[in-house]
């Protein structure tokens, strides 16, 4: 497995290819198409997109009682989850499925989270590293589209990187919430680092060649009883973008 770089940040226009990005690539799916760029270009040459299960993930049954109850970070009273697994994750959850969003499909589970859907936010993760996980591709797939600045506003630690990274978004334009889904998509994930505080999510990437794939890291922090994304300084939400032959060292979800 690839590990990525600490830097975040970067220049040069969120259209351009992924390596002269700004650094806070916008979500997972629009990077999944700057990655096909990106690869075209580094390997001078010249995916299926991932069908939906028939389960749907908002209509699982209620997950067990939270383990830490109203004393876990401020949960509001609405949102109860097993946080029992502080393992980090080799499986995918049993429930695992495909959510629609836009032009793309998440990764999502009825017992680990989301499991509060409030339009564009997606809310109320598991206290684990699998809810960590789940956030990290959630949150951020949602920034190119519609209704971002209320999920950077709701989902994004605050501070002088929410305000950089929403300084920045207002910038471009809003991506299509129909049409031609995004070229790649996601492969997989490894939880780099984890505690009950933070946690830091390796995002892998299928590439428009089979055996390509490409590498995004996300840290997410345990704010107000969730998992929120934690931008740089510089409004940066990726780090360790980097091109991989394989899926060696990540646990893949099933499609």
């Known amino acids: 497995m690839v590990t990525p770089g600490r830097s975040r940040g970067?220049?040069?226009?969120?259209?351009?290819?992924?390596?002269?990005q700004r650094g806070w690539i916008l979500s997972a799916g629009f990077l999944a198409t700057l990655l096909v760029?990106?690869?075209?270009?580094?390997?001078?040459?010249?995916?299926?997109?991932?069908?939906?299960r028939a389960d749907d993930p908002t209509r699982a049954p209620a997950p067990a009682p939270s383990s830490t109850g109203d004393a876990d970070g401020g949960r509001p009273e609405d949102c109860r989850t097993d946080d029992s697994d502080q393992d980090k994750p080799t499986a995918v959850p049993a429930d695992f499925a495909w959510k629609a969003n836009g032009t793309g499909l998440v990764p999502v589970s009825g017992?680990?989270?989301?499991?509060?859907?409030?339009?564009?936010?997606w809310s109320c993760y598991a206290h684990?590293?699998?809810?960590?996980?789940?956030?990290?591709?959630?949150i951020t797939d949602h920034f190119s589209y519609p209704g971002w600045r209320e999920v950077m506003e709701r989902q994004v630690v605050p501070g002088a990187g929410r305000d950089a990274l929403i300084s920045s978004r207002s910038q471009d334009e809003d991506k299509p919430t129909?049409?031609?889904?995004?070229?790649?998509?996601?492969?997989?994930?490894?939880?780099?680092?984890?505690?009950k505080e933070e946690a830091t999510v390796m995002l892998l990437l299928r590439g428009p060649e089979r055996g390509v794939y490409g590498t995004a890291s996300v840290t997410v922090r345990w704010h107000e009883g969730d998992w929120k994304v934690v931008p740089g300084a510089d409004g940066s939400v990726y780090s360790g973008m980097a091109q991989v032959s394989g899926t060696q060292g990540f646990v893949t979800w099933e499609v």
């Open 10 to 20: 970067g220049s040069g226009e969120w259209e351009k290819p992924f390596w002269q």
């Open 37 to 52: 760029i990106g690869l075209v270009a580094l390997m001078s040459s010249g995916g299926d997109t991932p069908t939906t």
């Open 111 to 121: 017992t680990v989270g989301p499991l509060k859907y409030d339009g564009p936010v």
């Open 128 to 138: 684990t590293p699998m809810g960590a996980v789940l956030a990290a591709h959630s």
């Open 178 to 195: 129909s049409g031609k889904a995004d070229a790649g998509g996601y492969a997989g994930f490894s939880v780099l680092a984890y505690d």
